[in-house]
Nanobody, 124 residues
Framework: QVQLVESGGGLVQAGGSLRLSCVASGRTFVLSAMGWFRQAPGKEREFVAAISWNGGSTNYADSVKGRFTISRDNAKNTVALQMNSLRPEDTAVYYC?????????????????WGRGTQVTVSS
């Protein structure tokens, strides 16, 4: 069974940085695209970033482009999200997700496995 566990969330001031990490169990990680999504209270879960199976291709939401960087380490079954220049509107629960394809989709329905999420709070 695939299990995803996020870590690295917390409280940070606007303009600061956080690095989120997600570790995956199972044998399929190295052949799976990974994504990060976020959800604020009362809002729909939205796409943040995604990365292909070998890290060769990445995608970002317009709202985070230039500030966030997604990466992966297949030797450790991990995917990370480096978040710089954080804004209060980035406050949300952040989820990592895994699909069963080599290249990522940009919608929640494209992903099969989900972590439980980690809270990111950005104060002004």
């Amino acid at each position: 069974q695939v299990q995803l566990v996020e870590s690295g969330g917390g409280l940070v001031q606007a303009g600061g940085s956080l690095r989120l990490s997600c570790v995956a169990s199972g044998r399929t990680f190295v052949l799976s695209a990974m994504g990060w999504f976020r959800q604020a209270p009362g809002k729909e879960r939205e796409f943040v970033a995604a990365i292909s199976w070998n890290g060769g291709s990445t995608n970002y939401a317009d709202s985070v482009k230039g500030r966030f960087t997604i990466s992966r380490d297949n030797a450790k079954n991990t995917v990370a999200l480096q978040m710089n220049s954080l804004r209060p509107e980035d406050t949300a629960v952040y989820y990592c997700a895994q699909n069963d394809r080599l290249y990522p989709g940009l919608h929640t329905t494209d992903y099969v496995y989900w972590g439980r999420g980690t809270q990111v709070t950005v104060s002004s």
